[in-house]
């Protein structure tokens, strides 16, 4: 079985400063690691994947995220955050060729003014 | 290009009532999801399918039943609606190992 644990629910931090949620996930095969992010009142969009290759991913608005085996983890980090970072982030698993994803519960980021 | 297309994006039902929240694709994707995300919780699957005439249970499935008959709809049925069942409900594809891609999603209110 595969899990996924968002270690933060909510993290408030301001304009240009930086910022990593974290998640850590559970499975006993290989896996497949997402990051999406929801906006209010939309449906969730992709911003970055770990498929196969490089440990680090990267996305176009700046934020980049490293899978790390040995302690199960793909925190998502982000060196200068701007006001329309604002939403929900949401980290996604999927594992052993299923193809079937599993998401955290989200982490919330507010940046502040 | 649409991508995954929801509706209704509303609908307030009383309880007992029963309704169809349809979902299609147009990106001939063979892997489709109906979630449902409820604050704090992130999103819980209801049922998936493989293929067309393919479908499986997901975490929480109990009052909820789907079909698959052609590779791009996916409807999800509420038979009895119960004011648990009052959530955002999420469609999504996929063509496997990739992204998945969302819908706008349909919220729905039993009272």
């Known amino acids: 079985a595969q899990s996924v644990t968002q270690l933060d629910s909510q993290v408030p931090v301001f304009e240009e400063a930086p910022v990593e949620l974290r998640c850590n996930y559970s499975?006993?095969?290989?896996?497949?690691l997402f990051w999406y992010v929801q906006y209010p009142n939309q449906g969730l969009q992709l911003l970055l994947k770990?498929?196969?290759?490089?440990?680090l991913v990267e996305s176009i608005n700046g934020f980049e995220a490293e899978f790390n085996k040995s302690q199960t983890s793909f925190h998502l980090r982000k060196p200068s955050v701007h006001i329309s970072d604002t939403a929900e982030y949401f980290c996604?698993?999927?594992?052993?060729?299923?193809?079937?994803?599993?998401f955290g519960r989200g982490t919330s980021l507010i940046v502040h003014p | 290009n649409a991508g995954v297309t929801q509706t209704p994006k509303f609908r307030i039902l009383k309880i007992g009532q029963s309704m169809t929240l349809q979902c299609t694709q147009d990106?001939?994707?063979?892997?489709m999801y109906w979630y449902r995300q409820d604050p704090g919780m992130g999103l819980k699957l209801i049922y998936y399918?493989?293929?067309?005439?393919?479908?499986d249970k997901g975490e929480v499935p109990n009052g909820y039943n789907v079909s698959r008959s052609t590779t791009e709809d996916f409807p999800l049925r509420l038979e009895l609606a119960a004011p648990s069942q009052t959530s955002v409900y999420f469609c999504?594809?996929?063509?496997?190992?990739?992204?998945?891609?969302f819908g706008q999603g349909t919220r729905l209110t039993v009272v």
């Open positions: 499975s006993s095969v290989s896996v497949y």
């Open positions: 996604a698993v999927s594992s052993g060729g299923s193809y079937i994803p599993t």
């Open positions: 399918s493989v293929g067309a005439g393919i479908t």
């Open positions: 999504a594809s996929s063509s496997g190992a990739g992204e998945a891609f």
């Open positions: 990106m001939n994707h063979n892997y």
């Open positions: 770990y498929l196969s290759g490089s440990t």
